[in-house]
């Protein structure tokens, strides 16, 4: 093609220029990455060259600057004003007989290929656009389902005036670019029949955290725009790179978005080029792709990474478009540009936030970033309504929308009804690193203007709004300050959402992750419950079962599956470190607690030491639910390929009890040395010590449990008030029973850790242990940095009075 029209095949990334870079980046995808299986359907581009003359003809560019030099953009009305008039002026200059012709000409070819009146996407492309330091991401303007050369013409002249959008404006003063040396294309691309199948979002690494061994996936019904837009909850996946290229093809882990609208193509002949129905029950209740397809995606995301990173010769995470035909079938990339926020972070120091306290729970939703806010609400419901919001509150809506960034620029942080972790809201949040909670449904008829509340999304995946100023703290651990130590420090994980943050953190791997967690939170019904149902009598449990096992082939996958991507989750983003999880560990009136879980359970005067730990696993009252539990870590290690999963057991009184517990495992699939299995037990009862000889000819490993340890020397039940002072585990008593393990495991060639918090809580205990050459020792993640810094001292210098003054307390 010629004059200001290229096709896809003519161009690639190096026409940033002369296209912009969201058409440079197709053309690419196009022309270079087809033959890698990366389907992009046919268009072309009409070049900034068009947009360029426009500006250079008598008069335009002289009302464009009377305009915007020296414009405020916090003045909102003005820059409302100002913007709307130099849309018009380009408007009407990109109206010529010369390039209407050259536009009908290519659609013409267009047709030729796909059909008469084949419909269109119209995408603005600035030159300046998707940079890895600066998306672009919805400034200009983009029209859907547009048909007929006239209609086409139309959209394009409205997209080359969109440069001058209110938030496009603000956008480039923010950012440092000219407003005079930023140029628009436009791409036009045949639509795929999305409104009949389903699109979404990829991301290749975790959004929240910057966490890069990972490919992030969401889908909606229908176009999707409407994930943009924030108007639905998507579908979300993750799919873990190492062991996807190694062969292993398993979602990692997987949320069912609530997906209330589909948005369709408008009726031919209508004004309206789209328009969205109501998403039925039934088809809500199912994922809009099937996991094939979701592994598809990650392949395909995984090359483009790939290309785009040889390209810019640094490893360049990708943001992409997606989307599938409901009449072939085919998945279709339709857009792909660098990530431009958490691949941005800095490296150079670590922060972390953690409340101080909690207050009252206003609502619950999807948690955008890592940080803490708070601030006194405004509640936006339209765009009459921005004027009032002031800097610093916190913006509460229904869903936001690109007209809205001016005043989303001096929000401290933002909360909406809709929308899931890849809507407008959380883009923009991310970008502007400020803490939101999306999805919080009902948030806007809960919160009222002048509320003070706290966000808090520094708790994992789910982000919570506390009502009130809740008192919360910053720290920051400069990388230079960190002194690796020889002695291995872990970190204990409690719940899969916050694996991919902690694994950011320096750390040797998890040295206790606690299945009975992510049973208590991810699943919440006692496995014998799911197994047999006729023994609940409860109507509200077993309609609760019910309900979340929906969709399942059985109860007994609903527990597997969860419990395998809970696990697998936390294997995969320390991978391949290793990742010590412990089978469950609940006490009887915990385990009755669960749905379903009081007819299964007996009532004891002291659960702390009752039917507890390994005597559960081959006990007829629980040997089919422990099966369940095996049959998720075999799903983790063999199915997912995370073999650096080591499996611990609990509270193990008898060598005895630990022979039944290995061959029970066993039986199950889970064979101590097969693929590399490492079966480790705690070491927690003061038989594991006296014993530790012949435990050690059962287990490969020990990890101290300084808690049961202490408790069961020292007679004190930690649970109890009255006499909880004298649980210390500087005891002289305790301090010589670690001596004796950690002798005992090196005596026998063993592993040997501790993933009691008494490391952290007593800098001299980890100084004490580290004398003996403990192996690991495992703190909860706010406790790491610390740790490193008192273990490296005491490798580096230990007093030896230091180790006879503990002896002797």
Not at 80 to 98: C, S
Not at 193 to 203: C, E, N, P, T, Y
Not at 204 to 225: A, H, I, K, M, S
Request: overall charge neutral; some cysteine; aromatic content about 8%.
């Amino acid at each position: 093609m010629s004059g200001y029209i290229r096709s896809f095949l003519e161009i690639g990334l190096g026409d940033v220029g002369l296209v912009g870079g969201k058409t440079a980046s197709l053309g690419e995808l196009y022309s270079a990455l087809a033959s890698q299986g990366v389907a992009v359907p046919d268009g072309f581009a009409v070049t900034a060259d068009a947009y360029r003359e426009a500006l250079s003809r008598d008069g335009v560019a002289d009302k464009l600057h009377r305009l915007l030099d020296g414009i405020d953009k916090s003045k909102i009305r003005q820059l409302a004003g100002k913007a709307a008039k130099a849309r018009e002026v380009i408007y009407k200059a990109m109206d010529t007989p010369l390039l209407r012709e050259q536009i009908v000409e290519a659609y013409r070819h267009l047709e030729r290929e796909a059909g008469i009146g084949v419909a269109v996407a119209v995408r603005s492309s600035a030159t300046a656009e998707d940079l890895p330091t600066a998306s672009f991401a919805g400034q200009h303007e983009s029209f859907l389902n547009v048909r007929g050369p006239k209609d086409l013409f139309e959209a394009c002249r409205r997209c080359f005036a969109s440069i001058f959008t209110d938030r496009a404006i603000s956008y480039r003063i923010d950012n440092g670019f000219d407003h005079f040396k930023v140029a628009l294309s436009v791409a036009v691309m045949k639509m795929i029949r999305s409104d009949l199948a389903a699109s979404g979002v990829v991301f290749t690494l975790d959004t929240e955290t910057g966490f890069r061994d990972v490919v992030f996936v969401t889908g909606c019904y229908g176009l999707g725009e409407t994930i943009v837009q924030g108007q639905v909850d998507p579908d979300e996946f993750y799919v873990h790179k190492p062991t996807l290229s190694q062969g292993f093809r398993r979602v990692l882990r997987r949320r069912l978005g609530a997906k209330q609208i589909r948005m369709i193509y408008g009726k031919l002949g209508s004004s309206h080029a789209t328009s969205t129905r109501n998403v039925p029950d039934a088809e809500r209740q199912k994922f809009c792709i099937s996991d094939p397809e979701v592994l598809s995606l990650a392949e395909i995301a995984v090359r483009i990474e790939a290309h785009y990173s040889k390209h810019a010769g640094v490893s360049m995470p990708m943001d992409i478009e997606w989307a599938k035909d409901g009449v072939d079938g085919k998945l279709y990339i339709i857009q792909a540009r660098p990530e431009t926020v958490a691949s941005q972070r800095s490296s150079d120091f670590y922060e972390t936030y953690n409340l101080k306290g909690h207050g009252p729970v206003i609502v619950n939703g999807r948690a955008v970033g890592e940080k803490i806010a708070s601030g006194r609400t405004r509640r936006i419901s339209t765009a009459r309504d921005l004027a009032a919001f002031r800097p610093g509150e916190i913006l509460v809506a229904p869903a936001t929308s690109p007209d809205w960034e001016p005043v989303m620029k001096i929000a401290a942080g933002i909360i909406t009804d809709k929308g899931g972790r890849t809507c407008h809201a959380a883009i923009v949040a991310r970008e502007l690193g400020i803490p939101a909670v999306v999805g919080a449904t009902h948030a806007t008829e809960k919160i009222k203007s002048g509320t003070d509340v706290t966000i808090c999304c520094a708790e994992g995946d789910i982000g919570s709004v506390y009502q009130g100023a809740v008192a919360f703290d910053v720290t920051r651990t400069p990388v230079s300050e960190l002194r690796q130590p020889r002695t291995a420090i872990m970190v204990n994980v409690g719940t899969p959402e916050m694996a991919f943050r902690t694994a950011m953190q320096p750390q040797a791997g998890v040295g206790l992750a606690r299945m009975e967690f992510i049973i208590s939170e991810h699943i919440g019904v006692h496995p014998m419950a799911l197994l047999k149902p006729e023994k609940v009598t409860s109507t509200k449990a077993r309609t609760a079962i019910a309900r979340l096992t929906k969709g399942f082939k059985s109860p007994a996958d609903f527990f597997i599956q969860r419990l395998a991507e809970g696990v697998g989750t936390i294997a995969a983003a320390f991978y391949p470190k290793p990742v010590i999880v412990r089978l469950s560990d609940f006490k009887t009136n915990e385990y009755a607690s669960l749905i379903g879980g009081e007819g299964f359970e007996p009532r004891e005067e002291n659960p702390m030491l009752g039917f507890r730990g390994a005597s559960r696993y081959s006990h007829p009252a629980y040997t089919e639910g422990f099966a369940l539990e095996c049959a998720a870590l075999r799903l983790v290690r063999k199915e997912m390929g995370l073999s650096n999963l080591r499996v611990m057991v609990p509270f193990c009184r008898t060598v005895e009890e630990g022979r039944r517990v290995i061959a029970t495992m066993a039986a199950n699939g889970l064979r101590r040395g097969e693929d590399g299995l490492e079966i480790y037990v705690m070491c927690e009862i003061p038989n594991n010590v006296i014993q530790i000889d012949a435990f050690s000819r059962l287990f490969d490993g020990f990890s101290i449990g300084s808690n049961d340890l202490t408790q069961l020397t020292l007679g004190v039940d930690r649970d109890s008030d009255i006499v909880a002072f004298d649980f210390d585990e500087r005891d002289p008593g305790i301090l010589e029973l670690f001596r004796q393990a950690v002798v005992g495991a090196k005596r026998n060639g063993r592993h040997i850790g501790i993933c009691g918090e008494a490391p952290a809580n007593y800098p001299e205990i980890a100084r004490y242990l580290t004398g003996l050459g403990i192996d690991s020792i495992s703190v909860n993640p706010s406790s790491v940095f610390r740790t490193m810094a008192v273990v490296s001292d005491a490798e580096t210098n230990q007093p030896e009075s230091e180790t006879r003054g503990l002896l002797s307390l």
